[in-house]
Nanobody, 114 residues
């Protein structure tokens, strides 16, 4: 099993920056892909960015050029959020994929004020 704990959320002004962190514990060496998703009020959860163990990244079109996902070893993943917009307001969730299972963190709130 894997446990995920996110941190770094908060209130940020439009145009500003924020860095989210996610730390995994447990069977960390079984983790393949890690990712960030977000869910805004009244909307479905959506993929923001993902990164494989080898470092291959994928981004939602809405965040390309503004957000950067990075990974530190087997257990930590970060999301650098620059030039944030009001549409980025959401609860951000960390996800870890193992060969057979998927784990989620509890989420961290990001609120962008205009």
């Amino acid at each position: 099993q894997v446990q995920l704990v996110e941190s770094g959320g908060g209130l940020v002004q439009a145009g500003g920056s924020l860095r989210l962190s996610c730390v995994a514990s447990g069977s960390i060496f079984s983790i393949n892909e890690m990712a960030w998703h977000r869910q805004a009020p009244g909307k479905e959860r959506e993929l923001v960015a993902s990164i494989t163990r080898s470092g291959f990244t994928n981004y939602a079109d809405s965040v390309k050029g503004r957000f950067t996902i990075s990974r530190d070893g087997a257990s930590k993943v970060y999301l650098q959020m620059n030039s944030v917009k009001s549409d980025d307001t959401a609860v951000y969730y960390c996800r870890a994929n193992l060969r057979r299972d998927t784990y989620w963190g509890q989420g961290t709130q990001v609120t962008v004020s205009s």
